[in-house]
């Protein structure tokens, strides 16, 4: 075995710029495939964390009945209890306690309809990021009556800046419509666009009194040590309400997740199946080119099956070879993307309506890199069939002459 291992390597060698040219095309193939699958499992990764940190959270707690009818009388059963019990837990960061209301943002030019968030700004902070996305203005802290932060979009569309005055219109617990002043102490701007002109936030103590609603409140958040502690945090809470990790309050994030491990599998083997062609084909060259060597080696005895042996061994060199280069490349590509980011602001505004920033690192799991490499040689290794079996349907007679 070791004399056709060294056979094997140097018929590599024998023709060194075909080798060097299958070589190259298949470390290109690689890098280019895992390179734009980590563009779009980072950008993947991007758009969830962006949810997760701006209002998702890991767990969401509500009435059973309010994120269907969306009623202002359905408030988390047993909440102080509940509270208590949240504290207790482990694997939790963090929550908080939230009124949500529909509502409409009016100043004099024009209105719009938001979701109105009465939250804890200490608490809040904790949970999501918020207060880490001010462009101007402060956090709910500065105002004593009735401030509200709203996001850039909707500051733009409303014509207000900071110290502005904005009147939110919206029903209390009985349905009698409620229309009341607040003060623009904050902007803030995340890389979601839509949740920034859907969303403001104002203080509960200012907005439970106006909604008769004081002690009661809509939506508890639970940001957790970890997104793998999700479910256990969320088996540990028994209660009669609506207990929703993140996955199954936004179900299209869960399914991204789901798919993208898949599909970077399914797209890297698209690459490698077209590759193997090439594979074949230049080995298949190498055969003919050696016809008359091949002949005269099963004419004075070798085994058909060393001859099927060396030819397979031959291209599972150059498939290694590649692989080994092509992950090396990417890693290496990979990794230093994932630290500066790849600058997309020309395409800014399409990627953060969809929840992305405009700086876009790439990440890809390391065991991908592992797999891909299994995968190239897999390929090889089938493809390599097609040019030994043609070696051994070579007549010996005919070869040598």
Known sequence: MKTLLMIAWRNVWRNKLRSSIVIASVVLG???????????????????????????????????????????????????TLLKEIDTMSH???????????????????????????????KEKNVTDISEKLVQGTYLYKLKRNPIIIGEKLANKLGVKVNSKVVLNFQDSNNNTVSTGFRVEGIFKTINSSFDEENVFVKYDDLAPLVSLSGKYHEIAILCDNITETETVENQIKTNNSVESWDQLSPELGYAQEAMSNFIYIF?????????????????????????????LLSVGMDKRKVFTMIILETLFLAFIAALLGVLLS??????FGRHGINLSAVAKGLESLGMGA?????????????ITLMTLSVALIAAVIPARRALKLNPAEAVK
């Open 30 to 80: 690689i890098w280019s495939g895992l390179f734009i699958m980590a563009m779009v499992s980072g950008m993947n990764d991007q758009r969830l964390s962006s949810f997760i940190n701006t209002n998702l959270s890991h767990i969401q707690i509500h009435n059973a009945g309010f994120q269907e009818n969306f009623d202002k009388k359905d408030t988390i059963i047993g909440s102080n």
């Open 331 to 336: 890693i290496w590509t990979i990794e230093y």
């Open 268 to 296: 890297m083997g698209i690459i490698l199946l077209a590759l193997a062609f090439g594979i074949v084909n230049t080995m298949l060259m190498a055969v003919l080119e050696r016809k008359r060597e091949i002949g005269m």
């Open 92 to 122: 939790v960061t963090a929550y908080t306690k939230r009124l949500v209301l529909q509502g409409m943002a009016s100043t004099a030019h024009g209105n719009y309809g938001v979701k109105i968030m009465g939250i804890f700004p200490d």
């Open 359 to 371: 700086r876009v690192f790439t990440k890809l799991p390391f065991a991908m890199y592992v797999d």
